[in-house]
């Protein structure tokens, strides 16, 4: 327990630094005004991914554990927790990619209206995100600490090698650095935390793929409406009608896609807590 505890806290460590990485950069090269836009914005991209993931994570973790010795069925069900987590959290960046301004006015104010070119940026690293990062719940579940610790290192480097090519642009260039950074990591993430565990990389791709098109294609929708018929209305206006026109679509969409309504069906009825 100690040296799984001193693995995870030395992620943790690494983790925290490269995390602050990118707004001790900007303080130092471009000063507090660049630095608090990026900071406000980076705050209202985190907040729905951590109030989402954390819970989810919370569950499928001690569950994961006790069926670690169970290939068949640990396969099962971490499928079921990455599809959750994708149906959910999908959805929800296109959203705020679409709606930046507006959520950025009614959320932070008129005067933080300089963070959202960079919230917008970042909403399209929180895509991928939350359902990159649950792979490193495989190496926790099955106990492999270490290769936690190793991953959480690949990561962090990445993540500051990229904070660092973009500082030159200010908070965009490093949201957009972050962002591509993102992308480029995720096989070579999913090959790492996944080889020579009961879940496949396949498998993983399979599951999320379809929360992937669904939010896309509703979010290209969804953008059309704001832009023909939406311009100039107040922003809980605006924000009320495409939430329901994007869930709309969403669901939609979803039905049309080929096995669209039982992997619907089943994502709507997903309760982690039981193992049927």
Known sequence: MLHFGLDITGFQIVNFFARNADKI????????????????????????ISQIRAPL???????????????????????????????????????????SENTTRLVLGQRWMGA????????????????????????????????????????????????????RWGGRG??????????LILLPTLWYCLRGTPVSV????????????ASIAAAALTFLVYRFLLSGQPDAVTLGVCA???????????????????RLRKCMKSNLLSDN
């Open 25 to 48: 950069l900007l303080g130092r090269l471009h000063g507090s005004y660049v630095t608090g836009l990026y900071s406000r914005a980076y705050s209202l991209f985190m907040l729905p």
């Open 57 to 99: 994570t919370a569950v499928a973790l001690p569950a994961l554990s006790r069926i670690q010795n169970e290939p068949g069925e640990y396969a099962r069900y971490y499928c079921k927790f990455a599809s959750l987590l994708a149906f959910i959290t999908m959805p929800l960046a296109a959203f705020l990619f679409v709606c």
């Open 116 to 167: 959202s070119p960079i919230f917008r940026i970042l909403a399209l690293a929180a895509f991928i995100q939350a359902v990159e990062t649950a792979a490193g719940l495989v190496l926790l579940s099955l106990g492999s600490s270490k290769r936690y610790l190793k991953w959480g290192i690949f990561r962090s480097a990445s993540v500051v090698i990229c904070f660092g090519l973009g500082i």
């Open 174 to 183: 490093v949201a957009a650095a972050y962002t591509i950074g993102e992308y």
């Open 202 to 213: 396949f498998a993983f791709l399979r599951v999320i793929s379809q929360p992937a098109l």
């Open 244 to 262: 329901f026109t994007g869930t709309l679509l969403y669901f939609a969409i979803w039905a049309l896609l080929p096995g669209g309504p039982a």
